[in-house]
């Protein structure tokens, strides 16, 4: 059974950092390509970044140069360190399994996805 835990989240004021942690168990975590999607407050799913196989990473515009994506796979962990926060990065962070080692065109299209940790960003 796929298991997907995220930690790391809190309150943080504008400006500030936040690293992100997603546990994964289950599967075998170096063959999949993985990714982080949040949803705001009121709003729908966002995808955020992602990482393949190979380690190759990509952003949504609005978090480039401020999120960066990484993995461990010898802790079977991923991680999203989060710098020059905004309240707008206010969110439930999720990470989510793909069903193979990338990242496919429809990047809303993973197959697993875990329980979210809360970011809040104010002052």
């Known amino acids: 059974e796929v298991q997907l835990v995220e930690s790391g989240g809190g309150l943080v004021q504008p400006g500030g950092s936040l690293r992100l942690s997603c546990a994964a168990s289950?599967?075998?975590?170096?063959?999949?390509?993985m990714a982080w999607v949040r949803q705001p407050p009121g709003k729908g799913l966002e995808w955020v970044s992602g990482i393949d196989n190979g380690d190759r990473a990509t952003y949504v515009d609005d978090v480039k140069g401020r999120f960066t994506i990484s993995r461990d796979n010898r802790k079977n962990t991923l991680y999203l360190q989060l710098d020059s926060l905004k309240p707008e990065d206010t969110a439930v962070y999720y990470c989510a399994k793909y069903r193979s080692g990338y990242i496919p065109p429809g990047t809303m299209t993973y197959e697993d996805r875990g329980q979210g940790t809360q970011v809040t960003v104010s002052s």
């Open positions: 289950g599967f075998i975590f170096r063959m999949y390509a």
